[in-house]
């Protein structure tokens, strides 16, 4: 059967249509011999997400994003996307949308839900979930140190402001003549730093005599200390221990009135009669210097004894 030059025109031009359109789906990334499932979801704000994004299961690409229309009604962004897995994805599982990179749009991670056994079909939508991206959760953290950093460049503002207002012109002044004095003080505590210098250089054989003493004393010293060490103080320290107390008990005898000078310390009547002892010794030494004949009288023919004449400064009673 011979083919006639039209019907060969027309294969052709029907190949090539069809080669185009698979082209172009290709080109796409559809293509037309593979079975997709289709699945929706909604999302308040896609934030980037574009058409052809990846759609990932467990960081494995399994499709993408086909179309995002806006639902005219309530104003959401419906998100078509085409799925090639032999995956059973559940009806409850979730779509989240995630930032990979820093740079670059958003896409779309299945997370699924394996405690639900009912398999989701082409048609069916998915619960819409959003992940917070690095750039996003950078910014919520510098949120509050924005506001303190613009606190404290507040305060900054402030007090500069408040050191202005007192560093006026009679302050700055004061200032400049503390510096000036400051200066004065110290050109010429640099005089003085010289003239010690002077006098050290000067006096340098002196003080090195004098250390040298220095060096002699405290080798003496340690002799002596050395010599202290070896001598056996622990008797001695006991025997002195030994005497303290025997001392503080005659103290608190004598205290408490104990023995012959307790008596005498303590007892007034004691005291009076020693005193009046004493006093009447004295007296009788005065009339034996002042009449010595009284006691000792010789006699050789036998003469009286004179009688006794109390002497005048008598002040016994």
Same mark, same amino acid.
Request: aromatic residues 6%.
């Given at each position: 059967?011979?083919?006639?030059?039209?019907?060969?025109?027309?294969?052709?031009?029907?190949?090539?249509?069809?080669?185009?359109?698979?082209?172009?789906?290709?080109?796409?990334?559809?293509?037309?011999? %593979?079975?997709?499932? &289709?699945?929706?979801?909604?999302?308040?704000? #896609?934030?980037?997400?574009?058409?052809? !994004?990846?759609?990932?299961?467990?960081?494995?690409?399994?499709?993408? @994003?086909?179309?995002?229309?806006?639902? $005219?009604?309530?104003?959401?962004?419906? @998100?078509?996307?085409?799925?090639?897995?032999?995956?059973?994805?559940?009806?409850?599982?979730?779509?989240?949308?995630?930032?990979?990179?820093?740079?670059?749009?958003?896409?779309? !991670?299945?997370? /699924?839900? %394996?405690?639900?056994?009912?398999?989701?079909?082409?048609?069916?939508?998915?619960? !819409?979930?959003?992940?917070?991206?690095?750039?996003?959760?950078? +910014? *919520?953290?510098?949120?509050?140190? &924005?506001?303190?950093?613009?606190?404290?460049?507040?305060?900054?503002?402030? *007090?500069?402001?408040?050191?202005?207002?007192?560093?006026?012109?009679?302050?700055?002044?004061?200032?400049?003549?503390?510096?000036?004095?400051?200066?004065? #003080? *110290?050109? =010429?505590?640099?005089? #003085?730093?010289?003239?010690? $210098?002077?006098?050290?250089?000067?006096?340098?054989?002196?003080?090195?005599? %004098?250390?040298?003493? #220095?060096?002699? !004393?405290? +080798?003496?010293?340690?002799?002596?200390?050395?010599?202290? +060490?070896?001598?056996?103080?622990?008797?001695?320290?006991?025997?002195? =221990?030994?005497?303290?107390?025997?001392?503080?008990?005659?103290?608190?005898?004598? =205290?408490?009135?104990?023995?012959?000078?307790?008596?005498?310390?303590?007892?007034?009547? *004691?005291?009076?009669?020693?005193?009046?002892?004493?006093?009447?010794?004295?007296?009788?030494?005065?009339?034996?210097?002042?009449?010595?004949?009284?006691?000792?009288?010789?006699?050789?023919?036998?003469?009286?004894?004179? /009688?006794?004449?109390?002497?005048?400064?008598? &002040?016994?009673?």
């Amino acid at each position: 059967m011979k083919i006639s030059r039209e019907i060969k025109t027309a294969i052709l031009v029907i190949s090539a249509i069809l080669l185009f359109i698979w082209g172009y789906s290709f080109l796409k990334g559809r293509d037309l011999f %593979t079975d997709y499932k &289709t699945f929706y979801v909604e999302y308040d704000n #896609v934030e980037g997400l574009a058409p052809s !994004a990846p759609v990932t299961l467990n960081g494995l690409t399994i499709g993408k @994003v086909n179309t995002i229309k806006i639902n $005219n009604k309530t104003g959401k962004l419906l @998100v078509e996307m085409q799925l090639k897995s032999d995956f059973p994805i559940s009806k409850t599982s979730a779509a989240e949308l995630y930032a990979p990179s820093l740079v670059g749009g958003k896409q779309i !991670a299945i997370i /699924p839900n %394996t405690a639900d056994t009912s398999v989701a079909e082409t048609g069916d939508y998915l619960k !819409a979930s959003n992940k917070m991206g690095l750039t996003d959760s950078l +910014a *919520m953290k510098m949120e509050p140190l &924005t506001d303190k950093i613009d606190k404290l460049l507040e305060n900054a503002n402030i *007090m500069i402001t408040n050191v202005n207002q007192v560093l006026d012109a009679k302050t700055k002044e004061n200032l400049r003549s503390s510096l000036a004095n400051l200066n004065q #003080v *110290m050109a =010429e505590f640099k005089e #003085v730093a010289k003239s010690t $210098n002077s006098m050290l250089a000067e006096n340098k054989s002196k003080i090195g005599s %004098t250390m040298t003493n #220095v060096e002699k !004393a405290s +080798a003496n010293f340690s002799k002596v200390s050395d010599s202290l +060490a070896k001598i056996n103080l622990g008797p001695t320290v006991k025997s002195l =221990e030994k005497t303290m107390a025997n001392v503080d008990k005659m103290m608190a005898e004598l =205290e408490s009135g104990k023995g012959t000078m307790g008596k005498l310390l303590k007892d007034e009547t *004691m005291y009076n009669n020693f005193t009046k002892t004493s006093k009447e010794l004295e007296l009788l030494l005065q009339d034996l210097r002042l009449n010595p004949t009284r006691y000792v009288n010789v006699s050789l023919f036998g003469k009286k004894n004179k /009688p006794y004449v109390a002497p005048k400064n008598d &002040t016994i009673k």
